[in-house]
C-alpha cells in the first residue's frame, strides 16, 4: 500500500485521517501495513477525498493502493 509513504509525505498522522474522513482508526492503520484484505469502495473514496481536503493536494486512488499480483508477494 502506498498510503503510508503518501502521508508521510503530507505530514498528515493517520489517527488525523482517520478522524477527518470519520472511519475507524485501525483501518487506516491496517491500510498503511497493507493488512486490509477487502475495502469498500465508498470508503477509499472518503479517504481520498479526505486526503485532498485536508492537503489541498491532487491526489488520487494511485496515491493510497499500490497493485500488487499475487504471484509477486512472496
Known amino acids: 500500500m502506498r498510503l503510508g ?4 509525505a503530507a505530514s498528515v498522522t493517520k489517527n ?7 472511519v475507524r482508526p485501525n483501518l487506516i492503520y491496517d491500510l498503511c501495513e497493507g493488512k486490509t484484505k477487502r475495502l469498500d469502495l465508498d470508503t477509499l473514496n472518503n479517504i481520498v477525498n479526505t486526503l485532498r ?3 489541498g493536494n491532487d ?11 499475487d ?3 512472496g
Open 5 to 8: 509513504d503518501t502521508l508521510d
Open 16 to 22: 488525523a485521517l482517520a478522524r477527518e474522513a470519520k
Open 53 to 55: 481536503a485536508m492537503t
Open 59 to 69: 491526489y488520487t486512488l494511485t496515491d493510497v493502493l499500490e497493485y500488487i499480483p
Open 71 to 73: 504471484d509477486d508477494k
